[in-house]
């Protein structure tokens, strides 16, 4: 593998043993996958920040560790808001090692912005090297954004931000971006919510597995996107995805796609997802809320009182710009929780049903939080809510 003076010196241990282990990291990766060289990133955002997902023995590594990122980067959500955990209910041992592992990251030089959307935070552009971890935000990054990232796993973030690189492989180059199986989708789109494209996010993520698809039949806006990728990241491991005329390199490339296998993608196979469940929470945010989603929310919600908990989710960063639409949300008697999620928090345990408007968010909930999913548009979760 091709590497620099600077690499050199890094691997001489120069720049201290946790820079040297984490450029070892990076080359053992390269070499595993055959990359030629590194690529400097614009920006990281690393897994593993949750204690609920890295535990004793993963804090005791970060503790381990001395260097500071030398590129922006943020971390994943963790298990429980900042500064309102207590509100949530959260239990305060959980808490206590909750923040011993954002304390370790901080040390580390990562911003504490945690959050799935780092896209809503730091302008992230076509074409620009990333070292993203989260599933949904890298099939953000890669199909709406049209940036270049493969997904990558925490620690292999964690190195990239300290290092400032990343192994050239995979999504980094353009021949591995091409679409490699065909969805057609085969239904009248014209009415579909953020919902409907979760969903068949999720149907479409089974039958695609890890290939990159390349849509037809849709014209899905960028909230609608973020949440067919998400789903399809969730159920496949779909990691890019190109739409006809709508994602910018399936605008700007011309894909010879004659020879690929043709998936069609009926009505009936959405809309049996929709299947009631008995509910005693929702949650909103899967994928973090954009600006957008919360503007609609409020709208909803504008002179209304929820009686079951409504739990929505955002960066800390969206929640702050939206203060105005936040606070009619939270009148309600929601509540918009920043660095969280339905998945990675514990409060969600508690609840043996959750009604989401999320295609992952109903492909992860069974497994991660216990109880069942059920999918409904935004209106609907709401009205459940108020019931
Ligand atoms: Fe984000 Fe949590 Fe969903 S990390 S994509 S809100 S499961």
Not at 178 to 202: M, S
């Amino acid at each position: 593998m091709l590497l620099d003076n600077d690499d050199e010196r890094i691997l001489a241990g120069e720049q201290g043993e946790t820079k040297q282990k984490m450029l070892e990291l990076l080359v053992a990766l390269g070499k595993v996958f055959g990359a030629e060289r590194l690529v400097p990133v614009k920006s990281a955002q690393v897994s593993g920040a949750s204690y609920k997902t890295i535990g004793k023995y993963g804090l005791e590594w970060l503790n381990s560790l001395d260097a500071k990122a030398v590129v922006p980067a943020v971390l994943n959500p963790i298990g429980m808001p900042r500064t309102r955990w207590q509100e949530m209910g959260v239990d305060a041992a959980f808490a206590k090692n909750q923040e011993a592992v954002v304390a370790a990251y901080a040390r580390l030089g990562i911003a504490l912005e945690c959050t799935c959307t780092p896209y809503y935070l730091r302008e992230t552009l076509y074409g620009d090297h990333l070292a993203w971890s989260e599933s949904s935000a890298v099939s953000y990054a890669n199909s709406v954004i049209g940036a270049r990232t493969n997904r990558e796993g925490g620690p292999g973030a964690l190195a990239a931000a300290l290092v400032g690189k990343t192994p050239c492989y995979g999504l980094h180059l353009a021949a591995n971006r091409k679409p490699q199986v065909i969805v057609r989708v085969q239904a009248d789109t014209r009415d579909w919510t953020i919902a409907d494209y979760g969903a068949l996010g999720y149907h479409a993520g089974k039958l695609v597995g890890n290939r990159i698809p390349f849509f037809s039949g849709i014209t899905p806006e960028r909230d609608q996107l973020k949440a067919l990728g998400a789903a399809m990241a969730a159920t496949g491991a779909v990691a890019l995805y190109h739409v006809e005329g709508v994602t910018p390199e399936a605008v700007k490339v011309s894909y010879d796609l004659g020879n690929l296998e043709t998936i069609a993608v009926e009505t009936d196979d959405v809309r049996r997802l929709f299947r009631e469940v008995p509910v005693n929470a929702v949650a909103l945010g899967c994928p973090h809320c954009s600006p957008e989603e919360l503007g609609n929310l409020a709208r909803i919600l504008a002179g209304k009182r929820v009686k079951k908990p409504l739990y929505i989710f955002a960066s800390q960063g969206v929640i702050d710009a939206n203060r105005s639409a936040v606070d009619i949300i939270e009148k309600s008697g929601a509540k918009v929780y920043a660095d969280t999620c339905m998945v990675v928090s514990p409060v969600m345990e508690q609840y043996a049903g959750i009604m989401v408007n999320s295609g992952k968010a109903l492909a992860y909930v069974p497994d991660m939080c216990g109880g069942a999913a059920r999918i409904g548009t935004t209106e609907e979760c709401v009205r459940v809510a108020m019931e």
